[in-house]
């Protein structure tokens, strides 16, 4: 009896230190999920289902991560659930980034309307970007993190996530230099 | 913007298109009943049947009288999914609606999507 109560507490702090992560990091998942499906909804199922495999692997997960952040890891269970969801679905999304969700929040107090046409306008670009570029940017920008962690999430080593990085803006950049049309000398 | 890959983080100095790019790909806050749904799903007695089952000593269950518990955590853990399957059924409802051809397609969607949610619940679950 008392080893299965000592498992009940290892069971009980288990829950309460997967408790912690996903309050941490609820934002980080969505955030991913938005830019990486375009739409609320699934954004919604996607993050859901991430957090509810996160929690069945948890355990190994913190024995193995030897203490380093484990956000590169729920954000890479993201990241192949989102290549799932295209293979099983057979769809990309079928419209650009809703950008009534991302413009909403932090750039409605910055109140410049010439702004937002720049914002949306490389919503879109960064949408036309390889899947690869497109996600690092996602976990470069959007979630903040640096380039050891975008490696990890994406399996990649740094370097390699440093050049992607790298290429990604330049290509980017040339879209959407693209998009604006020539310029007045 | 630099050329060199070394330099586009060091230091995490953005020109001003990062500057932009950062603006254009702002975080996205969850919605709040995503949220209590999430709470819901991981507070639900599921996962507590699954793991009381899973705990139990094999040995244990020769004797009858410790076969009350994991009974009785297995019919609590079937209550919680059957709600976890309503729960997320009911969230497809104004879909459905504006999607079906009237009372008997309507009624035939919401029987499939709850099909489908409990397969779902059942695989992400047990």
């Known amino acids: 009896m008392a080893a299965s109560e000592t498992t009940r507490a290892e ?4 829950d309460e230190t997967f408790s912690q992560l996903y309050k941490a990091h609820l934002r980080d998942v969505y955030s991913y999920s938005y830019y990486r499906v375009g739409n609320h909804h699934d954004a919604e199922d996607l993050t859901e289902q991430t957090f509810l495999q996160a929690y069945r692997h948890f355990e190994r997960a913190q024995r193995e991560s030897d203490g380093r952040p484990l956000r590169p890891w729920l954000i890479r269970i993201a990241h192949n659930l989102a290549a799932n969801y295209y293979r099983d679905r057979a769809r990309r999304p079928q419209t650009s980034i ?7 929040s932090p750039l409605t107090t910055e109140g410049l309307v010439e702004d937002r046409d720049d914002l949306k306008r490389i919503l879109e670009s960064v949408e036309q970007l390889p899947d690869d570029r497109r996600e690092a940017l996602i976990m470069r920008f959007a979630l903040g993190m640096d380039n050891r962690e975008i490696a990890r999430a994406l399996g990649r080593t740094d370097g390699a996530t440093k050049v992607l990085l790298h290429r990604a803006i330049k290509q980017l950049e040339g879209i959407v230099k693209h998009a604006e049309g020539p310029t007045e000398p | 913007m630099s050329e060199h890959p070394n330099e586009l983080v060091a230091g995490h100095q953005f020109s001003d298109f990062e500057s932009l790019l950062k603006r254009a790909l702002s975080p996205v806050e969850p919605p709040k009943e ?35 518990r994991p009974v009785a955590a297995a019919a609590v853990g079937s209550g919680a999914a059957i709600g976890l399957v309503l729960v ?3 969230r497809r409802r104004h879909k459905r609606r504006n999607e079906s051809h009237g009372a008997v397609d309507l009624l035939s969607r919401t029987l499939r999507d709850f099909a489908r949610e409990a397969r779902r619940v059942a695989d992400d679950v047990f």
């Open chain 1, 98 to 104: 809703d950008d009534a969700g991302v413009i909403s």
């Open chain 2, 34 to 68: 995503l949220e209590a749904r999430l709470e819901l799903t991981f507070g639900s007695l599921v996962d507590m049947a699954a793991e009381e089952l899973e705990a139990w000593e094999l040995s244990s269950m020769r004797d009858p009288r410790n076969w009350v």
């Open chain 2, 88 to 90: 997320r059924t009911q």
């Open chain 1, 11 to 14: 069971k009980a702090r288990l």
